[in-house]
């Protein structure tokens, strides 16, 4: 398998990238950054803009689990630089509220046309844990300034680091993935860069509310573990076309597997 790496820094809940956001949370320390060995550039357009909302069920043995909703925005520029607002909200279901409720967002401004994070806010709710993160990316100095629950901390991070959120629409706006290739990403969360390796798999049919379509099974291998995981492993379906959309993901537990799938926002929001 053909190897290379991106200087990006580390994930959540790819469902916390998108399950990653969700769900998992981090708690091995963090592992050292890799050298960047080679850079891939990202399409000139985004396959996605202002006003796509992607909303997925969370099941677990069939039981309804939760809801993750991904919304990109207009957001202010930026030191005279357009930006776009990422979103992600993740619910626990009345059954698992019962026992471990869930109430999670994570808001994510970035450059529009880089896709470098700016500024990330995530307020996180997991059963009795409670946190609030505030990170303003400072890439030219190659530093954060990470505020967690009131406390801040200036940390050093690699070039072109992004956030949990950001490296998921980075991933998708990157123009060439290949079966048997892998990428190395850097993510920066909770005050920690974290190598996050993804790994495209293979060619896939699925079908969905949405119908069958064709798409790219990418594993992403994460170097700690989340509250429901057995092993730091999240598979990603994306549709193999320009738009990388992603219609599921799954994430092996203690008993079983969590999946997300996609079931509103596959077509295209309207233009306005």
């Given at each position: 398998m053909s190897h290379f790496s991106l200087g990006i820094s580390?994930?959540?809940?790819?469902?916390?990238?998108?399950?990653?956001?969700?769900?998992?949370?981090?708690d091995s320390p963090a592992q050292p950054s890799l050298e960047q060995s080679e850079r891939l550039s990202i399409v000139s357009a985004p396959p996605f803009a202002a006003g796509e909302?992607?909303?997925?069920?969370?099941?677990?043995f069939n039981?309804?689990?939760?809801?993750?909703v991904m919304e990109v925005a207009e957001s202010k520029p930026i030191q005279g630089r357009a930006t776009l607002r990422l979103l992600t909200t993740a619910t626990s279901g009345p059954l698992v509220t019962k026992f471990y409720p869930v109430d999670n967002r994570v808001e994510s401004i970035v450059d529009a046309a880089k896709l470098s994070p700016q500024h990330l806010v995530f307020r996180r709710r997991e059963g009795k844990r409670k946190n609030d993160f505030d990170v303003t990316f400072h890439h030219a100095e190659g530093t954060v300034t990470a505020i967690k629950d009131g406390v801040a901390d200036t940390l050093p991070i690699p070039p072109e680091t992004h956030d949990t959120i950001s490296c998921l629409y980075y991933i998708r706006s990157l123009?060439?993935?290949?079966?048997?290739?892998?990428?190395?990403?850097?993510?920066?969360?909770?005050?920690?860069?974290?190598?996050?390796?993804?790994?495209?798999?293979?060619?896939e049919r699925v079908k969905g509310p949405w119908g069958e379509v064709?798409?790219?099974?990418?594993?992403?291998i994460m170097p700690f573990k989340g509250i429901f995981l057995n092993e730091g492993n999240?598979?990603?379906?994306?549709?193999?076309?320009?738009?990388?959309?992603?219609?599921m993901m799954k994430a092996k537990v203690i008993i079983g597997s969590v999946a997300a799938k996609l079931v509103d926002g596959f077509e295209r929001p309207s233009a306005k």
């Open positions: 580390r994930p959540t809940s790819l469902l916390r990238l998108v399950l990653l956001a969700l769900l998992l949370v981090p909302r992607l909303t997925y069920a969370l099941s677990w039981i309804q689990a939760g809801t993750a123009p060439s993935l290949v079966p048997g290739t892998s990428l190395i990403m850097n993510v920066h969360h909770d005050k920690k860069n974290y190598r996050l390796e993804l790994q495209i798999e293979r060619v064709e798409t790219l099974r990418i594993l992403a999240i598979r990603v379906w994306v549709t193999n076309d320009a738009r990388r959309l992603p219609v």
